[in-house]
Structure formats: C-alpha cells, structure tokens
C-alpha cells in the first residue's frame, strides 16, 4: 500500500516562497511516478508537476514553469515542490500522489491512485 503525507503549506505574500513535502513509503513499481496537484475552491483539481523516482525525469504545467521545481531525495523516499514568485492565483489544497510505472508524465489526477491528505498553500496579494 502506498502512503503519502504531505507538508509544508502555509500562508505567503505573493512573490514569496514555499516548499512542501511529500513523504512516501518505499518505492514500489505502484509509485513510479510522484506528482503534485492542486485544487482551489470551486475548481477542478490540475496537475502541476510530476517526478519519475528511477529516471529523475520532470515536467510541470505551463503555468507553474520556471516558478516551481520538483525534486526527489531518493535516500528519504521524499518528493519536494518548491515553489517561488507566488502569485494569488497559486492559491489552493496541494496534494501529491502516486502513480504506476508506464503512465508518463501526463498530469492527469485520473491516473493516480494514491493520494496524500493535502496541504494548504495560501498566497495573499
């Protein structure tokens, strides 16, 4: 079973900086990949950036580009997101979550399915 806990929300001026946390259990093929998603009131959740945990391979949404870096410490089975020059519009409920080995890199939520409880990143303008 694979777990995810995630941390490292909170509350930031816009052009601030955060970095959240995912913890996961041991690498399995059910967590190849680890990706952050967010979901602001009202809306639907989006993807925002995905590691593969074997290749280190990356990628993000347009939106979060050259803003957002996710990174992986293997050692500590630990997925990070830090995220810089937030914007009001970064607001929402992060979440990471797992999925198998061969999905790839789309950031579609409907292609995980392990899901950590969230955390909150507020960005006030």
């Known amino acids: 079973q694979v777990q995810l806990v995630e941390s490292g929300g909170g509350s930031v001026q816009a052009g601030g900086s955060l970095r959240l946390s995912c913890a996961a259990s041991e690498y399995t093929n059910s967590r190849t990949y680890i990706g952050w998603f967010r979901q602001a009131p009202g809306k639907e959740r989006e993807g925002v950036a995905v590691?593969?945990?074997?290749?280190?391979?990356?990628a993000y949404a347009d939106s979060v580009k050259g803003r957002f870096t996710i990174s992986e410490d293997n050692a500590k089975n630990t997925v990070f997101l830090q995220m810089s020059n937030l914007k009001p519009e970064d607001t929402a409920m992060y979440y990471c979550?797992?999925?198998?080995?061969?999905?790839?890199?789309?950031?579609?939520?409907?292609?995980?399915?392990?899901w950590g409880q969230g955390t909150q990143v507020t960005v006030s303008s």
């Open positions: 979550a797992a999925a198998p080995v061969g999905t790839g890199f789309a950031l579609v939520p409907a292609l995980y399915f392990h």
């Open positions: 590691i593969n945990s074997l290749s280190a391979g990356t």
